[in-house]
T-cell receptor, first 112, second 109 residues
Framework: DGGITQSPKYLFRKEGQNVTLSCEQN?????MYWYRQDPGQGLRLIYY???????QKGDIAEGYSVSREKKESFPLTVTSAQKNPTAFYLC???????????FGPGTRLLVL | GQQVMQIPQYQHVQEGEDFTTYCNSS?????IQWYKQRPGGHPVFLIQ?????EVKKQKRLTFQFGEAKKNSSLHITATQTTDVGTYFC?????????FGAGTTVTVRA
């Protein structure tokens, strides 16, 4: 069953804590993306990776970090420097040469 | 990234009626994509438009790309409760997507 998985579905963060959101895909896609969605708003790009071991900042990268050590995996760390982390985080992937992106089910991050 | 404006932000529709949502840009677009996000769900790709004046249909949904490639529209006929959700347009730039704020559709039965 091919697709994109994100875990956990819900995540709670305490003040000053770093948390890592998982994104895995078995679609053999080269590119992967992380977006943030706030209520009533569109998606904003945090980081993206076109190929393994390479990634670039998106429009709102401050307070976030990523790694791309494997083609299938693109974890996102929300650091304590991100002062307003409560949001819905969506991971997406794209096949090389095509522009359509496929999204995972998302992770809702809440700050306690 | 390129900016796209979507109007209206909210659309309340009586079941069975038609409605149109619009996506506008101040610059010429290479292409435009449309996605649908159901409440509590994730965006799902609907369609991509590339050519000037292009019109594509998916059952009750009609997508159009403007002649100047600066705007696009999504028209839904005979709205059903399954049409509930937020419809986003998105423009591509070097394989990155810039999303509009979306049109959130609710349906009155």
């Amino acid at each position: 069953d091919g697709g994109i998985t994100q875990s956990p579905k819900y995540l709670f963060r305490k003040e000053g804590q770093n948390v890592t959101l998982s994104c895995e895909q078995n679609l053999n896609h080269d590119a992967m993306y992380w977006y943030r969605q706030d209520p009533g708003q569109g998606l904003r790009l945090i980081y993206y990776s076109q190929i393994v071991n390479d990634f670039q900042k998106g429009d709102i990268a401050e307070g976030y970090s990523v790694s791309r050590e494997k083609k299938e995996s693109f974890p996102l760390t929300v650091t304590s420097a991100q002062k307003n982390p409560t949001a819905f985080y969506l991971c997406a992937s794209r096949r090389r040469g095509l522009e359509t992106q496929y999204f995972g089910p998302g992770t809702r991050l809440l700050v306690l | 990234g390129q900016q796209v404006m979507q109007i209206p932000q909210y659309q309340h529709v009586q079941e069975g009626e038609d409605f149109t949502t619009y996506c506008n840009s101040s610059t010429t677009l290479s292409n435009i994509q449309w996605y649908k996000q159901r409440p509590g769900g994730h965006p799902v790709f609907l369609i991509q438009l590339v050519k000037s004046g292009e019109v594509k249909k998916q059952k009750r949904l009609t997508f159009q790309f403007g002649e100047a490639k600066k705007n696009s529209s999504l028209h839904i006929t005979a709205t059903q409760t399954t049409d509930v959700g937020t419809y986003f347009c998105a423009v591509t730039n070097d394989y990155k997507l810039s999303f509009g704020a979306g049109t959130t559709v609710t349906v009155r039965a």
